[in-house]
Antibody
């Protein structure tokens, strides 16, 4: 059974960088076959996709956040990480990591839905 | 960016009734790339439907999805007490972006 678990500081000061890690168990990131995403949910609001990474390191980010986001992968630890720079109160949210299957013909593409999610972690931006 | 608009915002029904939730896209969405999720308070979303009409593993058959183009529907044939939650539709599009609808809250009448 695949499990995803987010970890990182629950409180970040304005203008600093938010850093979160998602640890995957029950499956190996390096085996390929999946895209690994970060998604956030502002308090009481809907869901916003932040970006994804493939095991090879290729990434794609939401254009609205692209200038501030970096997603990286550490296959040796079976983890992938999110860095969001220059945070403001508007970045206060529950952050989820999630998995999307990859469809590989010649190239690989996301299947387009998230079958496993972490439990989420609340990050508050405040001084 | 494709915008998904869900209706109604809140749906008040009783256990045993049929629920019909709508998701309308601002432009055509490939049926392969339309999914539905259920979210309960304090929990992560749970995948219900993918490819517009395929049930995810372990999802009861009272949940069904349909639609194409810009109009998609999630139907719960006979509501159970545990079905009262918030439901989101989600698409993955040609811009390589995932977007979610704003959600429909299904509440007990």
């Amino acid at each position: 059974q695949v499990q995803l678990q987010e970890s990182g500081p629950g409180l970040v000061k304005p203008s600093q960088t938010l850093s979160l890690t998602c640890t995957v168990s029950g499956g190996s990131i390096s085996s390929g076959g999946y895209y690994w995403s970060w998604i956030r949910q502002h308090p009481g609001k809907g869901l916003e996709w932040i970006g994804y990474i493939y095991y090879s390191g290729s990434t794609y980010y939401n254009p609205s956040l692209k200038s501030r986001v970096t997603i990286s992968v550490d296959t040796s630890k079976n983890q992938f990480s999110l860095k969001l720079s220059s945070v403001t109160a508007a970045d206060t949210a529950v952050y989820y990591c999630a998995r999307d299957l990859a469809y590989c013909g010649g190239d690989c593409y996301p299947e387009g839905y998230f079958d496993y999610w972490g439990q989420g972690t609340l990050v508050t931006v405040s001084s | 960016e494709i915008v998904l608009t869900q209706s109604p915002g809140t749906l008040s029904l009783s256990p045993g009734e049929r629920a019909t939730l709508s998701c309308r896209a601002s432009q055509s969405v490939s049926s392969s790339y339309l999914a539905w999720y259920q979210q309960k308070p304090g929990q992560a979303p749970r995948l219900l439907i993918y490819g517009a009409s395929s049930r995810a593993t372990g999802i009861p058959d009272r949940f069904s999805g349909s639609g194409s183009g810009t109009d998609f529907t999630l139907t719960i044939s006979r509501l159970e007490p545990e079905d009262f939650a918030v439901y989101y539709c989600q698409q993955y599009g040609s811009s390589l972006m995932y977007t979610f609808g704003q959600g429909t809250k299904l509440e007990i009448k």
